[in-house]
């Protein structure tokens, strides 16, 4: 929501005459995201180009989250003023601030030029001692626990009102950078004089829970939950978003000063390292000439280290593959471990990491971690699942790739509609009952690449209908996962994916040229939703292939695994 990502530096006049002549601000994202885009938006500022990504359903579920917010009564909706000036939208804010309106929306708080903070909040929320900032996020934020540690929130229709419960826990580890993200909105908030006076903010994320529809949770700003990230630190000695935003925003500040002041950039900014941000930052193209083809952290995509391990490694004289594959590891530690000491199980990741990279360097997929034939389990019918679910978390297709006297064929059961819970389980019904017709009149084994179709299965037998309770106890017996078998005899340079392995070993190529979990996802949407009939049906078509040629891939790898020796 915000009007222009603040990794941007903001430029203007001080707005006190204490403050130096020329100054900057930085925006909320400026200390969660990666800290070379800082420095490109001072130096290369026409380069930035918009990588157009966008994630299907998000645009949908934040504008659902906002109506049912300004639904409520005496929240005050800034959004519409976001083509006004700056100084207008400000004392718009400050207005309602000053105001006590319950929910400010979309409002742009006055900036702190002394700071060098601003910042747009999605969500200001007048709590009993003062306000605090929230955002909307598209993305699970919680996870279930099963202690009875406290958990705060609040519905979504009543925002300022905390109330608590057990059963649930924010996602610090995944979900740190909205936490970083908060404390400086918080920060901001405070220099307006309108802020809480314990560091707090919400995160709305599409959990759901206690039948509350949507909730806000509140995340103490101060609490110990995040790894340290400085040189030397403990990794057992936990700090807070709070600092943990203090020291990445002061790393941003010094960062934009030294590219107003032309001096050089801090020591090991450049070359940039390569993180999963990357994927869809629109500084890309101005980052990428800056690697080396051979950057460690431009070619190890699976299980990758950190930008702080990399950032180590590079400080110890390594930056490339062929480095790190040719170095002495055990010469290496004692440099390299004290720079990333904060981080748990850093030597184990760095052995990992070279291992992938020998394999990189001699230009290997996998690496045989036995010898001789493989064991798999035959039988008369062979027959290769895989199912697909929707972002509604539904089972709508469980398609089959079935070998038997010779033949092989594809079946499917699949529902292109929004199931419920008797939609979706009717479906597996079907789908299972076929299944059993099968296993009564031959000997059958089941094959899938990884536990998900289990967990599924499970899943549904849980709703106690006889035919997913005969699926369950079939599959303890008949199923086999070659996920698991792959990984007992391979190690991959990539990872060991179904992907990577069938395509890399078994030579098995996807129809479509953009194969995977998420993108079905998509496609399931449009052929759901789409209104132009067509376009439903190429989506249906698209995602029936997919299917197809998921279970035919581990029909084929399954062939392949048999023939190694
Ligand atoms: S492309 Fe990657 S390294 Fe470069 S600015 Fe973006 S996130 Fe940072």
């Not at 440099?335 to 230009?363: F, H, K, M, W």
């Not at 798999?376 to 398609?399: F, K, Q």
């Not at 790739?401 to 292109?416: L, M, T």
Request: proline letters at 6%; aromatic letters at 8%.
């Amino acid at each position: 929501m915000e009007a222009s990502r603040v990794e941007e530096p903001l430029r203007g006049r001080g707005g006190s005459p204490s403050s130096p002549p020329l100054t900057f601000t930085l925006d909320a994202y400026a200390a969660r995201s990666c800290p070379v885009k800082t420095l490109h938006a001072l130096t290369h500022p026409s380069e930035r180009a918009p990588s157009g990504l966008s994630f299907p359903g998000a645009a949908e579920f934040t504008a659902g989250a906002f109506a049912t917010i300004t639904a409520a009564e005496g929240t005050v909706d800034l959004r519409g003023l976001s083509h006004s000036s700056s100084e207008a939208e400000e004392a718009a804010c400050l207005a309602a601030l000053n105001a006590g309106a319950p929910v400010i929306v979309g409002g742009l708080l006055p900036r702190d030029w002394d700071g060098h903070r601003r910042s747009r909040v999605e969500l200001l929320i007048r709590t009993t001692d003062g306000y605090l900032p929230g955002v909307v996020k598209f993305q699970r934020a919680l996870d279930p626990r099963r202690d009875d540690r406290e958990f705060v929130y609040s519905p979504v229709t009543e925002l300022g009102a905390p109330r608590t419960t057990t059963g649930w826990r924010y996602r610090w580890n995944w979900r740190w950078a909205n936490a970083v993200q908060l404390a400086h909105q918080w920060e901001l908030l405070r220099a307006t004089g309108f802020a809480t006076a314990r560091p707090t903010g919400v995160v709305i994320g599409t959990d759901l829970i206690d039948h509350c529809g949507l909730v806000a949770t509140w995340l103490d700003l101060t609490e110990p939950a995040l790894s340290p990230t400085t040189e030397g630190a403990d990794p057992s000695a936990l700090v807070s978003a709070l600092e943990r935003y203090h020291l990445q925003f002061a790393e941003r500040v010094d960062i934009a000063e030294r590219a107003l002041t032309g001096a050089e950039p801090p020591e090991g900014l450049l070359p940039p390292i390569v993180t999963s941000e990357c994927r869809y930052c629109e500084w890309w193209s101005t980052c990428r000439p800056l690697l080396d083809d051979d950057d460690l952290s431009l070619r190890v995509s699976k299980s990758p280290l950190s930008r702080l391990e990399v950032s180590g490694l590079r400080a110890a004289g390594v930056h490339t593959v062929a480095q790190l594959a040719d170095a002495d590891i055990d010469e290496l530690l004692p440099r390299y471990l004290p720079l990333v000491a904060y981080r748990q199980g850093a030597e184990d990741r760095l052995r990992l990491t070279q291992r992938r990279s020998r394999l990189l360097v001699d230009g290997l997929e996998l690496a045989r971690l036995t010898e001789g034939p493989i064991p798999l389990p035959t039988s008369a019918v062979e027959i290769d699942i895989d199912i697909e679910t929707s972002r509604e978390d539904r089972v709508y297709l469980w398609g089959f790739w079935v070998r038997a006297d010779g033949a092989e064929y594809y079946r499917h059961f699949s529902s292109f509609t929004d199931l419920d819970d008797a939609g979706e389980l009717e479906l597996a019904v079907a789908a299972m009952s076929w299944l059993a017709e099968l296993a009564a009149q031959a000997d059958i084994r089941v094959y899938h690449y990884s536990d998900y179709e289990l967990v599924r299965i499970a899943r549904l037998a849980a709703s106690g209908h006889p035919g997913m309770t005969w699926a369950s106890d079939f599959a303890r017996d008949h199923f086999v996962d070659l996920f698991e078998i792959v990984r007992t005899h391979y190690f991959g340079a990539n990872g060991l994916g179904l992907k990577v392995v069938a395509q890399s070993a078994a030579g098995f190529h996807w129809r479509d040229n953009e194969p995977g979990g998420l993108n079905s996802m998509g496609w399931f949407d449009t052929a759901v939703h789409a209104d132009d009939p067509e376009e439903r049906s190429v989506a249906q078509q698209r995602v029936l292939w997919y299917n197809e040629d998921d279970v035919r891939a581990t029909a084929q790898l399954r062939d392949w695994l048999r023939q190694q020796s």
